[in-house]
């Protein structure tokens, strides 16, 4: 029997060794079983270790803060409006602050030269561009505006989306330069035509004239019924001549043409179509002005026209405030001044371009520079400024809405820019050279009575410059 108990006895002690061999030390542990990779729940789990980690989505860095410098000029019902546009654009652009200056009309040209040459502006307040030099011209030097588009000062606005949103007549006027947009002009001013008293008109039964001729009639039936048949600020001197600015237009109604033609030598103050639009003026200061108009401050003009016994005003569509101030109750309207005895010619309102945007080419920040101009562009912005500020608008959408916008909107399409933004004087050229005045030269403003003697004066003194500028 001991024989078999001993043989169970090595048997169990063989198999202890074994167990223990099999728990012993990892590094001799058998390797790992090799995986079926045919196996679908093995292949997608070999896909998940191979796959590389999801890249974590981009956070886009927020904007830098910007602060933008702009320039405007003195103008009270503007700074307040832009005061009010300049929060409304911080709120919508958190990260772009306004620093606006605000500096006097007169300082404007000057303040923008010295802060452009400093790089210490990005948004400029341009008045309409004018007065250029012309190719035909010479011995002139050009406007501040042009010599800083030459120097490579303001930046090309060309194609920019908001360009589009103002007529196409008032950006190549008033904002372009050798076929390139360098600023957006914001609104214009008439000068050319006159305010009628039409409930004067009515109980005199006089119709309102459209020609020359019609005009003359009318002032004698005025003052046959003992009244008035015009008035101005002769006391200022100035006003005198820009109550005629219409009559000049409608005696030469392209007046670039003019301008060029007085250059060239086809048109002159003393030929037989000047003489006339001379004559014409004369009649106008002496016969239809009433008497003590040279006591007569611009600003007081209008309350004197209020007092309704006066049928016409020639004057700047800029006194239409003034009349509301001063309380005027009758009906009125603002037509272009009949000038000419052909009624075709006495359909254009002249004026000039008022204030503009631009921005400054090295500016360190277009890109709030151009979305400030879009922002002031939107059509719902843009016709809040010109109501505030009284502009006829340049953007045909816009309307102003007061009973001025009601009564110039026929004559809007027919908007013409004035001989004076146009006129470069001659160097040397005397001081009777610029005709467009002669309204204001007549007695009792100044020393003339005789038309032919002053138109053959005028020409004279413009040939002197032409003369010394050849």
Sequence with gaps: MKRPIMWRLLTVLFALGLVAAACGNDDDAPAAPSVDDSSPATAEAADDSAAPAPEPEPTEAPPEDVTLRVLVHQNPPMVEFMESFNDSFEAANPHISIDMSVVEAGDLSISTQTRLSASDVDVIDIFGFANAAQPYMSDVTPPNWQTLIEAGLLMDLTGQPFVDLYDAPTIADAGSFNGRVYAINLGRVSYSGMFLNLDLFEATGVDVPTTWSELVAACDAFVAAGNSCMTAGGGDGWPIFVGAYGLLGAMYPDQAALVEGLWTGDITWDDEHSVEMFRRMQIYATEMLED?????????????????DVAMMPTGVWQAPALDAAG????????????????EDNQYLFGKYDQGWAIAADTPHPEAALAYLAAFSEPSNYEAFANAVGFIPTQPTAALNTKLGAEVAPYLANYRVGFEQYWVQPTGAGQWANGSQAAAWFDPFNEWTDPVALAEQAQSDLQAGLDASS
Excluded: C, Q
């Design 292 to 308: 003590g108009v040279t006591g007569l401050s611009h600003d007081a003009a209008p309350s004197r026209f209020a007092a309704g």
């Design 328 to 343: 005027v109750e009758f009906d009125w309207t603002y037509i272009p001044f009949p000038g000419s005895d052909n009624p």
